[in-house]
């Protein structure tokens, strides 16, 4: 069974920085492409970040770029977002969630998510 | 970037109808476009692929349709578990864009 478990989550001051992983287990992991997709409270989904299966190709979105860094261990089995001068609208639920396939971003499964709240 | 307009935002229907969501790329994406579904407090779901192709355990029900840039999702004969919000998503390149979603409520 594919199993996508964030953490890593909490309350944190704008401006300030937070790190979430995402340990997957139940499919090999390094063939896999993978992606961040957040969602602010009562509001629709926004991809956020993209990573290839052997961190070759990277993608952010443009809200995101120069302040969030997407990476992963294929050794750990583990997807991580480090996000840096964090805004009170990076406030969501972020979902770790594997890619389908190669070359289209069609996302077959998603962790629970793990919520970030920006706030003083 | 590729915008996705859906609609309606919200739709209200009984047991046992037919309703259908509409998305609109502001380009030509090729049937490269997702469907899910994501009922309260949980993860989204993929229902569809490829514009009209059933994902694996996806009820046949459900079905996508389009080509271009216009893009449906009918539901037939609803359920109760189908009453959630709805999403279509560009799957053809970065950034990966989502309709804005369409809210299914029980009349």
């Known amino acids: 069974e594919v199993q996508l478990v964030e953490s890593g989550g909490g309350l944190v001051q704008p401006g300030r920085s937070l790190k979430l992983s995402c340990v997957a287990s139940g499919f090999t992991f390094s063939n896999y492409g993978m992606n961040w997709i957040r969602q602010a409270p009562g509001k629709g989904l926004e991809w956020v970040a993209y990573i290839s299966s052997g961190s070759s190709y990277i993608y952010y979105a443009e809200t995101v770029k120069g302040r969030f860094t997407i990476s992963r261990d294929n050794a750990k089995n583990t997807l991580y977002l480090q996000m840096t001068s964090l805004r009170s609208e990076d406030t969501a639920l972020y979902y770790c969630?594997?890619?389908?396939?190669?070359?289209?971003?069609?996302?077959?499964?998603w962790g629970q998510g793990v919520m970030v709240t920006v706030s003083s | 970037d590729i915008q996705m307009t859906q609609s309606p935002a919200s739709l209200s229907a009984s047991l046992g109808e037919t309703v259908t969501i509409e998305c609109l790329a502001s380009e030509d994406i090729y049937d490269i476009l997702a469907w899910y579904q994501q009922k309260p407090g949980k993860s989204p779901q993929l229902l569809i692929y490829d514009a009209s192709s059933l994902h694996t355990g996806v009820p046949s029900r459900f079905s996508g349709s389009g080509s271009g840039t216009q893009y449906s999702l009918k539901i037939n004969s609803l359920q109760p578990e189908d009453f959630a919000s709805y999403y279509c998503q560009n799957g053809l390149s970065a950034p990966l864009t989502f309709g804005s979603g369409t809210k299914l409520e029980i009349k």
């Open positions: 969630a594997r890619q389908r396939d190669t070359y289209y971003g069609y996302i077959d499964y």
